[in-house]
């Protein structure tokens, strides 16, 4: 079966740090374009990082200095490091692979930056 599942989103005061992860099934994500998109309430989804097979990364300007997108060829995981995280990143972050058909989507994890 091919599918993405997401863990490790919570509730982390401002200024904290959350590790994301990414198990994929059925795909490599060592030769796919994987990454990162958010949503907020009542706002569009939003990419926030991505990293081609070739290992090129991509970032939003919201985040650049403060998330590193990588992977885990051996686990067959994508994460992604957030630091220095503000009330404004809290969304539903959502894992996505680049495939041939479409793009293949995760259930989301919910990150909620709160004091």
């Known amino acids: 079966q091919v599918q993405l599942v997401e863990s490790g989103g919570g509730l982390v005061q401002p200024g904290g740090s959350l590790r994301l992860s990414c198990a994929a099934s059925?795909?490599?994500?060592?030769?796919?374009?994987m990454g990162w998109y958010r949503q907020a309430p009542g706002k569009q989804r939003e990419l926030v990082a991505s990293?081609?097979?070739?290992?090129?990364?991509n970032y939003a300007d919201f985040v650049k200095g403060r998330f590193t997108i990588s992977r885990g060829n051996a686990k067959n995981t994508v994460y992604l490091e957030m630091n220095s995280l503000k009330p404004e990143d809290t969304a539903v972050y959502y894992c996505?692979?680049?495939?041939?058909?479409?793009?293949?989507w995760g259930q989301g994890t919910q990150v909620t930056v709160s004091s």
């Open positions: 996505y692979a680049d495939r041939s058909w479409g793009t293949l």
């Open positions: 990293k081609t097979s070739g290992g090129t990364t």
């Open positions: 059925g795909i490599a994500v060592s030769t796919n374009t």
